[in-house]
Every structure is written in structure tokens, then in C-alpha cells.
């Protein structure tokens, strides 16, 4: 029995092998899936920045809670 060509070609297990093996030759990546939520291109600068920003907030926020909860008991 024959297989098609597409099945074939895409085969069964041929993510297994490419995203969790690791084998590029005989496995398949899916990838794009995240491109419809990238809506601009920031220079590494700038995520750096962007990152120790929301850093420095959060640690004020759970700073001050830690600080409520101790003022509270």
C-alpha cells in the first residue's frame, strides 16, 4: 500500500522529531504562529530598558504590600 505524497513528505512523528529531538533534517518546526502578535521591533536597548523598568515596579509593589502585611499583624 501506498502512501501519498503529502503524508509522506509531513509524515507522522515529524514535529516530534523536529521541535522536541531536534532533527531538522527529517522533522518539521512550526513556527509563525506568534508573528500576528509582534507589532513593532524595539532595539535591544530599549527592551533592556523597557525590562528593568517593569523590574523596579514590580519590586516597589511587593515591597509595599510586605511593608502592609507587617503593619497589619
Known amino acids: ?13 515529524r514535529a516530534k522529531k523536529g521541535i522536541f529531538d531536534g532533527d531538522l533534517n527529517e522533522g518539521e518546526l512550526e513556527i509563525g504562529q506568534v508573528a500576528s502578535l509582534i507589532d513593532n521591533v524595539l532595539p535591544v536597548s530599549e527592551i533592556m530598558k523597557n525590562i528593568l523598568e517593569e523590574y523596579h515596579t514590580a519590586l516597589k509593589t511587593l515591597q509595599n504590600k510586605s511593608l502592609y502585611q507587617f503593619d497589619n499583624e
Open 1 to 13: 500500500m501506498h502512501q501519498p505524497l503529502n503524508l509522506k513528505i509531513l509524515g507522522k512523528g
